[in-house]
Each structure stands twice: as C-alpha cells, then as structure tokens.
Nanobody, 125 residues
C-alpha cells in the first residue's frame, strides 16, 4: 500500500493549488481517502475526505466552500482543489486511508494506518 502526494508549493493569499494523492498496492475504488494537514507546532487535523462507493464527501469547517475533493478511480488518484488560500492553510498536507475499515471518512489520525509522505503548502505574501 502506497500513497504519494504532490502539488504543494508556495503561493500568495487568494491563490489556488491542486493537490493529488496517487495510490498503489490496492484498488482505490473500494477505499475512502482522507486528507489531513499539520502546521508547525500544531496537531495533525482532518481537512477533507471522500468515500468510495457513494462519493460522499466531508470538509472541515475551516475549508468548507474553498476546498473541493474529488477522485478518479481509473487514475488511482484523489485530488484536493484548494481555492482562496489563506496563510492559515500553510501546512504539510497528507493523504491517508484505513486499510481495514476501507470506507472510514472522516476519522481521527489514529484511525488510519496508511499515509503518504506529505506535501508542503505555504501561503504567504
């Protein structure tokens, strides 16, 4: 099981980024994927997730209306479109899944056993 994030970078407030999470070693169709983020000195927090069979989504209040999660099972990829970025969105972003409870969405950090290495998002003027 492998998850690889990409798409982070340095942007200005109000800009957009699209993160991707490419998975391998399992069939994405059957798994929910969760995005978390961790800012310096803070705990890792859930940002968004998307379920497998019904495409149900979840967003943290802090990103609702600005972030959109989507999935392309044929490409084994989940995307996180981030618009109207704010300095407080600065963090390392991780995607994760629960191999045992494959439809877990949302969940807390300790629920997930498979994580990517993270991608840095920095929002600064």
């Amino acid at each position: 099981v492998q998850l690889i994030e990409a798409g982070g970078g340095l942007v200005q407030p109000g800009d957009s980024l699209r993160l991707s999470c490419v998975v391998s070693g399992f069939i994405l169709d059957y798994y929910a994927i969760n995005w978390f983020r961790q800012a310096p000195g803070k705990e890792r927090e859930g940002v968004s997730c998307i379920d497998s069979s019904d495409g149900r989504t979840y967003y943290a209040d802090s990103v609702k209306g600005r972030f959109t999660i989507s999935r392309d099972d044929a490409r084994n990829t989940v995307y996180l479109q981030m618009n109207s970025l704010k300095p407080e969105d600065t963090a390392v972003y991780y995607c994760a899944t629960d191999v045992v409870h494959s439809r877990r969405c949302p969940g807390v950090v300790t629920d997930f056993d498979s994580w990517g290495q993270g991608t840095q998002v920095t929002v600064s003027s």
